[in-house]
């Protein structure tokens, strides 16, 4: 199925009716008739989508959907292309499934992700798998991958999966972290994993580190290995020098648990 966004509107709208679920067995004027929150309207998904085809597996969507937020919402199954720019909370809710964007994508990608497979090509906005403000917990699953840079508090508050960014991460990576890892290919920015109890933070650069964090050692961690490679497999950027290692540990956050820990290569 095919999704072409034919005009750019003025205000965000609210897609989470693009999801594998919601147009599965559809009809073109079925899923054209389908209902998308535009400001304080409601209005048809064809006022601002031509649609052609029926989903077979896979929805395609062209076009510049920065101000088109929740696509993927709470999809299981299914994959989801964007040829373009996505908007704010990409497969919120997510749980299985493959979403690929081809462009950018706004902030809050993957809140309350558990499973499934989030590829961005450009770059990503702030709070990426974090955990919504008032929530004790980030994603608890799945993979998010981001070609590109990503902002501020990536990763607040994960409990399980794996983030991973090609470029540069913004300040508070890995804040409040519960578990889970992180793997920045660039560089971490200030208070990297602030309040972490649990749960890796990788970087292949020098990174600032708050006192609270302590070195423990340097070593060759074998698990990380093996998701370096399994990112090398997806296209990551990810060389030889970031597989083989070594790494130095820093364990923290010395005001929790102190079970964390940040890995920096030792180049």
Known sequence: MKLAFHHRPEVPIEAEVITPEK????????VSALPL?????????????????????EILVEGDLSRVKMIGSGMSAGRIVVDGDAGM???????????????????????????????IHGNAGHLVGSAYRGSAMGIRGGEILIH?????????????GLI??????????????????????????????ASMKRGSIVSMQPAPLLPTFGYACRYEPL???????????LG?????????????????????????????LDA
């Open 89 to 119: 909370h990409l497969g919120v809710g997510m749980s299985g499934g493959e979403i690929v964007v081809k462009g950018n994508a706004g902030d809050w990608v993957a809140p309350d992700l558990s499973g499934g497979r989030i590829t």
């Open 23 to 30: 147009l599965a067995g559809l009809s073109e004027a079925e």
């Open 223 to 233: 698990y990380l290995r093996l998701y370096l490679l399994h990112l090398k497999r």
């Open 148 to 160: 590109g840079n990503a902002g501020n508090e990536a990763g607040n508050a994960m409990r399980r």
């Open 164 to 193: 991973a960014i090609g470029g540069d991460c913004g300040d508070f990576g890995g804040v409040n972290m519960c578990a889970g890892t992180l793997i920045v290919l660039g560089r971490l920015g200030a208070r990297c994993g």
């Open 37 to 57: 929150q535009y400001g304080n309207e409601r209005v048809p998904l064809g006022e601002f989508f031509r649609v052609s085809g029926r989903y077979e597996g």
């Open 236 to 264: 990551m950027s990810v060389g030889e020098a970031h597989i083989e290692g070594p790494y130095r540990r820093y364990s923290g956050d010395a005001i929790e648990t102190n079970r964390g820990e940040i890995l920096l």
